[in-house]
């Protein structure tokens, strides 16, 4: 029996309209259509369809046959942006240049920032869970850096609803198993 071999690729889907994701949006030039402005969250199945028109567009329809079915998501959480992709590890260089290439989502602008790419789940796992954690630290940092009362109270409720999202994206990532 053969075993099939994959690669997992942990990626950070950066959206222009979602506060994490406008520094990263507004310093990267696109070259793909759509609109800053756009409604309601982004699905699994919206990513995935993205990165196959992207395929599409930059090898063809020998580049979409090659992809096929050998990719699917593993993980993604929309509140922070985090995706692992599963992928045929004989096809994973030209893959991270595809999603590198994928500008929009649903009409709305992004940016696809791979962050590592591991042989087993388990590896792309505790590289999203230390990613979670290293956000966590920065939320905290910013909160303790401000210096008017307003804007800390602010920043305080904004960063504890960003950790309690990485706090359940940890227990999510960690709850994946390799089917």
């Known amino acids: 029996m053969v075993r099939f071999k994959n690669r997992y690729i942990l990626v950070d889907l950066q959206f222009s309209d979602h506060p994490k994701g406008r520094e990263a949006v507004a310093t990267t030039t696109t070259t793909g259509t759509g609109s800053a402005s756009g409604g309601g969250s982004v699905t699994d199945r919206d990513v995935l369809s993205a990165i196959r028109k992207t395929i599409l567009d930059c090898f063809g329809i020998h580049g979409s046959a090659i992809f096929g079915g050998s990719f699917s998501i593993k993980y993604y959480s ?11 590890r ?27 790419v591991a042989g087993s789940i388990r590896n792309a796992q505790r590289r999203a869970i230390e990613h979670a954690r290293e956000q966590c630290i920065s939320l905290l940092k910013t909160v303790c850096e ?7 109270a602010d920043a305080v409720r904004s960063a504890q609803d960003g950790i309690a999202a990485f706090q359940k994206e940890i227990t999510d990532v960690a709850s994946i198993s390799e089917a």
């Open 146 to 152: 401000l210096r008017d009362r307003r804007d800390r």
């Open 90 to 116: 004989a096809d994973h260089v030209r893959f991270v240049a595809a999603i590198a290439m994928t500008t929009a989502v649903k009409d709305r602008l992004c940016v696809f920032r791979t962050m590592h």
């Open 78 to 88: 929309y509140s922070t942006g985090t995706l692992i992709l599963r992928v045929a």
